[in-house]
């Protein structure tokens, strides 16, 4: 019997000028490409992924701070997954395997289930539905709760998008946001939300620069279907898009900086743009004096959630 890649079963999807490949640990997106050209960050089928490029977070996308929280009248404790920090990082599923569903030459859809465990005591299906089609590469993420209880519950995806050739310093990034969350500089622990400021503003089209972000947006500007949209291009003009449906009020924005700088490939290799359906630590929405936007399933209940990214040509 073959061996299984270190990134699971490899799903390829094809339409028009893109391609993509989706990885089964994790519903990871693995590749995407628009007539040859890179739109992601790409990793090897058998390379473990690295870190979360690509991977599909759920049932919390970013950090709860300390793994601790409080729900249902009951103190929660989960594994410390980002040890540097001390924070339980991007959710439980993105890791597990995910079993295909359905598959075709341009989609796939894939499921796994979040088992009940210590620190999130819910049984949680998530089903991830990847379609190519001319307007680039769709994905929904949809959760049902099949556990008998109230269940806290977020999602989003962490892929790193890619303009060009070039360095992300030279890429231009226009991001519809009104207001950024500020963070410890240590630990990335939620402080305030406000107005962004002069280096986080990219309401106006502008290069990324050396500015260097990891930090969360909301109050984002929507067309008249209520998706907002990002956008990152080189200097010739051309690269990538994302947009999000209202389903994500959030998104994270990270420019890739690793402690090892410039001795590391990934290193500022490409833009992490992930929609969120909620803000970072929302389940411990109650600290907070702003809508964290965490969503409670109830017993039975779906939640669903989309986004896409497309070429600008």
């Known amino acids: 019997m073959a061996a299984v890649p270190a990134s699971g079963t490899s799903y390829p ?5 893109y391609d ?3 990885a089964s640990v ?4 693995r590749t995407l490409t628009y007539a040859g050209r890179d739109l992601v960050v790409p990793f090897a089928a058998d390379e473990v992924r690295p870190l979360y490029r690509g991977a599909t977070l759920a049932p919390w996308p970013n950090r709860v701070v300390d793994g601790r929280y409080a729900f249902g009248g009951e103190t929660h404790q989960l594994a410390l997954t980002e040890p540097a920090r001390g924070h339980a990082l991007h959710g439980l599923a993105a890791w597990l395997e995910y079993r295909v569903v359905d598959a075709g030459t341009d989609a796939v859809t894939l ?3 979040i088992e009940p465990q210590a ?3 819910w049984r949680v299906r998530i089903e991830s539905t990847y379609r190519l089609s001319d307007a680039g590469l769709e994905q929904t993420v949809r959760a049902v709760n099949e556990s008998g209880a109230r269940a806290p519950f977020g999602t989003g995806p962490h892929p790193y998008l890619v303009a060009g050739e070039g360095r992300l310093d030279d890429w231009t990034l226009e991001l519809p946001a009104a207001k950024a969350l500020s963070v410890t500089s240590d630990r990335l622990v939620p402080t305030v939300l406000g107005a962004v400021d002069a280096d986080f503003d990219f309401r106006v089209p502008r290069q990324i620069g050396a500015t260097e972000i990891d930090h969360a947006f909301t109050d984002l500007a929507r067309n008249g279907d209520g998706v907002a949209t990002a956008r990152v291009t080189d ?3 051309q690269g990538v898009a994302m947009s999000w449906d209202a389903a994500c009020p959030w998104v994270q924005i990270h420019t890739a900086d690793l402690p090892e700088g410039a001795a590391s490939p990934s290193h500022r290799a490409g833009l992490a743009v992930e ?3 909620c803000a970072p630590d929302a389940f411990n929405a109650e600290r907070y004096d702003f809508d964290a936007g965490l969503l409670v399933l109830e017993p ?3 939640t669903s959630a989309s986004w896409r990214i497309f070429a600008i040509a």
């Not at 999807?13 to 000028?17: E, F, I, K, P, W």
């Open 275 to 277: 929609p969120m359906t």
């Open 119 to 121: 620190g999130y005591p």
């Open 13 to 17: 999807l094809r339409h028009g000028r």
């Open 26 to 29: 994790g519903a990871s997106l």
């Open 111 to 113: 499921e796994t289930v």
């Open 235 to 237: 200097a010739a003009g």
């Open 300 to 302: 039975g209940a779906t």
């Open 20 to 22: 993509a490949t989706i």
